[in-house]
């Protein structure tokens, strides 16, 4: 199993940017596919979900309205489309795959997913 994270880069306060995470073999399969961050200094958290059997999104409090996931079947494909890009939102992204979206809330249960993505560096700066 892989996932195949790309799109980060870095940008200006207030820009947009796309990532991308193409999960291979059984991956794309799982029930819930999203992002964490982990910015330098602080613990890995949840960004966002989905939940690939009705696509459900779920997002945590500081990217709600901001960010955007979505799959693509066809291409096999989860996007995480990142609008009003803040400093704060400086990490590196990591793309990951598991049972569960709830292991995808907050900074505590990231320990629990079991497949990972490497990350991909976004940095927000003017």
């Known amino acids: 199993v892989q996932l195949q994270a790309s799109g980060g880069g870095l940008v200006q306060p207030g820009d947009s940017l796309t990532l991308s995470c193409a999960p291979s073999?059984?991956?794309?399969?799982?029930?819930?596919i999203g992002w964490f961050r982990q910015a330098p200094g602080k613990e890995r958290e949840g960004v966002s979900c989905?939940?690939?059997?009705?696509?459900?999104?779920f997002y945590a409090d500081s990217v709600k309205g901001r960010f955007t996931i979505s799959r693509d079947s066809a291409k096999n494909t989860v996007y995480l489309q990142m609008n009003s890009l803040k400093p704060e939102d400086t990490a590196i992204y990591y793309c990951?795959?598991?049972?569960?979206?709830?292991?995808?809330?907050?900074?505590?249960?990231?320990?629990?997913?079991?497949?990972w993505g490497q990350g991909t560096q976004v940095t927000v700066s003017s």
């Open positions: 990951a795959a598991d049972r569960r979206c709830t292991y995808f809330n907050g900074s505590r249960y990231h320990v629990l997913v079991d497949y």
């Open positions: 073999g059984f991956a794309f399969d799982l029930p819930a």
């Open positions: 989905i939940r690939t059997r009705d696509d459900t999104p």
